[in-house]
């Protein structure tokens, strides 16, 4: 356990004002919660002989920054159920090292959660090796399969954070409206991913001249957008709070706007990797690039960036879909979809500062303050009384993202080779150092 | 394990551009997959030596012996009677051994991977993979993880391409007029599922034709075909404006499916605005010629009369599609030879 972080430049979106200068400030820890945050009075050759003499529960932090532990909306843990691809301790660790300390369970149908016992479950096999906090999402319906609803008062009481249907459909209309009441009758927040199935067909990238230069079947912008259109008429209907998972176009940031006017409550996120990559990348067939929502066009990128600056779109997430090798080694359409991301989303969102889209505030906010609101969940922020979960960054890092050096069981990103600068030194869970990188 | 790091490594190398994995070094061709992004010159070749591969009817076919001792293995996700039939002619006029393998009751459709596929059979010493499937990027695929000295021609994939039979129409084409600058060439139909029209788009393109149209309902169009090399003002939904003044009209196969899908009310319906009929065939030129990649639905895309007709050189394209791939695959294992003679040396 560590006792005590100092000379660390704090960084904490929740209060800029205070620690935007360039002070160090010491971080006391008791019982895995941040007992005190005061001004550094030592002098840094001082604390170097401390570190020296006294035990190994303090951390020097000296040109560090530190800032509260990630929150990724979005990952897909494939434990229960598909442990071939990954498992919770491959990827809590994965996370750990990127700096994500609280991770949001994505249900799919290789994985359900269905009842209590799954959720449990999950929890028990988190506990064995526990460095990160995983948040459940819950099925929205039986199985996913779209039909009857699932037992919602009980995932509630088994403390998931929300229930989603994935990108499995539903039976109709009726359905969605009746699970967004009976979900808030539980206050239990709805994540929806807007897609129309039968405007996607069998479609699998961005309905543009590019997929009509390599031929393969489209999901047209529309697709989301329809989508998004009747859920927001059902937000409005029902009131029940609703996310809007990995939106991808510009056409979705404007009805996102136009529904937070309306003052309606929904929050949205996008994907990272949505963030750089374009229909484009595809352009030869590249299977790491094969993804859901699918990668759209420039004009789509930069809007749903410059969604994020204006705080139209609250959240970036990993996204994070570990997969084994042969799922990516087959004709483009055959491919499985989805990007091993947990290792990329703070990586990435700093690029886009340095890239001038916001600043560090804004992205680290993006990743830890804004995901917390949305899960309800005391996280994202360095206050006294708060879980001690936190990241000491080196920002004058530099570093290329290898296949051979990534800890999540997943290598499938298309951004292997890619050089980033700035990385995670440690991680503290509840003030248990989770990840150390020497 | 051995494979798996192999296999990882090329993951992490950027995708090759088709081209560069077409040519080798010597900017030879090495697999067929796609025309788009091959040279004029290089065009030129594939047509100047197919020609001398074109045959005459009712004579002794000359046996070339360029392929001796080769094997051809022709992979054939998708049925097909004409193109399989074709690539196993050309193979064995150049003396290759040819095989088929039947994938109904190959592994594959108990559930063995397509690489797994590929692996096997290589195993099996074969020098070229003719492949048709359903889905595009397949013969990239299989040319990108298959060993260095086998050659991949990609005899339909998706959407995405179908460059021999681009190939032969450009022959066939030649062959009738003088120059490719000067002509108007129309393509009519199901534009939005053909991969003969992209090949046919881009092979025209390279080879620098006038005006290329595409005449077609909205429905069966594809987004952003613009970037292909079809002007917007080409674009027609109208086939009466469409053929106007044409030189080369080529109709495509239009299947039943699409009515299914919502894209067309009817067979009757699409015969009546857009079949090609003794009577908008007068729209072109009066030497304008009828091209159809077969097989041809008479009555749905085009009248029998057209198609039987005197204009029509529907089974010159035929006779072509043979020299095309007798041109292809001794230019294929041309290159492999001097390939394997540089690393000799």
Same mark, same amino acid.
Do not use: W
């Given at each position: 356990m560590i006792d005590k972080i100092f000379n660390a430049r704090l960084l904490d979106p929740a209060k800029q004002a205070i620690h935007s200068d360039d002070q160090s400030y010491d971080i006391n820890i008791t019982a895995g919660k941040i007992s005190e945050i005061s001004l550094s009075h030592l002098k840094p050759n001082f604390s170097k002989n401390i570190q020296n003499t006294l @035990?190994?529960?303090?951390? =020097?932090?000296?040109e560090k920054l530190v800032f509260a532990g990630l929150v990724d *909306?979005?990952?897909?843990?494939?434990? #229960?159920?598909? @442990?071939?691809?990954?498992?919770i301790k491959s990827e809590t660790y994965a996370a750990a090292s990127a700096g994500i300390t609280t991770l949001c369970f994505q249900p799919e149908p290789r994985v359900l959660v269905n009842n209590t016992a799954n959720v449990n479950l999950i929890h028990e096999i988190n506990q064995r090796s526990a460095t990160a906090h995983i948040e459940v999402i819950g099925n929205l319906t039986q199985d996913l399969k779209g039909e009857t609803l699932s037992n919602m008062g009980g995932l509630k009481q088994a403390n998931c954070v929300g229930v989603s249907n994935g990108l499995q459909p539903l039976k109709d209309l009726h359905t969605l409206h009746m699970a967004m009441k009976y979900a808030s009758t539980h206050d239990l927040k709805v994540f929806i991913h807007p897609l129309e199935h039968s405007l996607a067909q069998k479609g699998c990238v961005h309905a543009g001249s590019v997929a009509t230069r390599v031929g393969l079947p489209s999901i047209p912008v529309a697709a989301e957008s329809a989508a998004l259109a009747q859920a927001l008429t059902l937000v409005e209907a029902t009131g029940a709070k609703t996310h809007f998972c990995r939106l991808s176009s510009a056409a979705s940031v404007k009805l996102i706007e136009y529904g937070k006017k309306q003052g309606l409550p929904i929050t949205a996120d996008v994907a990272a990797h949505q963030l750089f990559l374009t =229909?484009?990348?595809? +352009?030869?067939?590249? #299977? *790491?690039?094969?993804?859901y929502p699918p990668l759209r066009s420039e004009r789509d990128k930069n809007a749903l960036r410059q969604g994020l600056a204006d705080g139209v779109i609250d959240a970036i997430c990993s996204d994070h879909q570990p997969h084994e090798i042969d799922a990516k080694l087959a004709p483009f359409q055959q491919t499985e979809i989805g990007i091993s991301g947990l290792e990329t989303l703070l990586p990435l969102t700093l690029k886009l500062v340095e890239e001038g889209v916001f600043d560090l505030s804004h992205a680290l906010k993006l990743i830890s303050l804004n995901p917390a609101k949305i899960l309800n969940i005391d996280a994202g922020q360095l206050r006294c009384?708060?879980?001690?979960?936190l990241v000491i960054f080196d920002p004058d890092a530099f570093w290329c993202l290898e296949a051979e050096l +990534? *800890?999540?069981?997943?290598?499938?990103?298309?951004? *292997?080779?890619q050089w980033f600068s700035g990385e995670v030194i440690n991680t503290l869970l509840a003030g248990k150092m989770v990840y150390s990188k020497n | 394990m051995d494979r798996d790091h192999l296999i990882n490594q090329r993951l992490n190398v950027p995708d090759e551009l088709p081209s560069t994995m077409q040519l080798n070094a010597q900017r030879q061709? &090495?697999? $067929?997959? !796609?025309? %788009? !992004?091959?040279s004029p010159l290089l065009l030129e070749e594939i047509l100047d030596r197919a020609e001398s591969f074109v045959t005459q009817p009712n004579r002794i076919q000359k046996q070339y012996s360029?392929?001796?001792?080769k094997t051809v293995m022709n992979l054939f996700f998708e049925n097909s009677t004409r193109t399989r039939t074709t690539f196993e002619l050309a193979a064995k006029r150049l003396s290759a051994d040819v095989f088929n393998l039947d994938i109904r009751t190959s592994a594959t459709s108990k559930g063995e991977s397509l690489l797994d596929t590929i692996r096997n059979l290589e195993a099996m010493n074969i020098d070229i993979f003719v492949v048709r499937h359903q889905h595009s990027g397949t013969a990239n695929f299989i040319a990108r993880y298959c060993a260095p000295h086998i050659s991949v021609l990609n005899a339909g994939d998706g959407h995405h391409a179908h460059p021999t039979q681009a190939m032969l129409d450009m022959l066939t084409i030649r062959q009738h007029k003088?120059? $490719?600058?000067p002509l108007k060439v129309a393509i009519v139909g199901d534009?939005?599922?053909?991969r003969v029209a992209r090949s046919q788009i881009h092979a025209l393109s390279i080879l620098a034709t006038g005006e290329i149209r595409v005449i077609a309902p909205k429905t069966l169009i594809p987004i952003?075909? %613009?970037?292909?090399?079809?002007?917007? %003002?080409?674009?027609?939904?109208d086939i009466d404006q469409g053929l106007k003044d044409v030189d080369v009209i080529i109709m495509l196969r239009l299947q039943k499916e699409r009515m299914q899908a919502a894209l067309l009310p009817s067979e009757q319906e699409f015969y009546k605005f857009y079949g090609l009929t003794e009577e908008r065939l007068k729209?072109? &030129?009066?030497d304008a010629i009828v091209m159809h990649p077969g097989p041809a639905n008479r009555g749905v895309e085009i009248d029998s009369r057209v198609a039987d007709g &005197?204009?029509?050189?529907i089974l010159n394209q035929v006779t072509n599609g043979v020299a095309i791939r007798m041109a292809i695959m001794s230019m294929v294992m041309q290159t492999q030879q001097q390939e394997q003679t540089r690393i000799a040396i």
């Open positions: @035990s190994k529960s303090y951390i =020097d932090a000296k *909306l979005a990952t897909y843990l494939r434990e #229960p159920g598909a @442990s071939y691809k990954a498992s =229909d484009i990348d595809i +352009m030869h067939f590249n #299977p *790491l690039c094969h993804t009384g708060s879980n001690a979960d +990534m *800890l999540s069981d997943g290598k499938n990103t298309p951004f *292997l080779g | 061709l &090495k697999h $067929f997959l !796609t025309v %788009e !992004t091959l360029l392929l001796q001792g003088p120059s $490719f600058q534009i939005l599922h053909s952003g075909i %613009e970037d292909l090399g079809v002007r917007p %003002e080409n674009i027609y939904s729209l072109a &030129k009066p &005197k204009q029509s050189v």
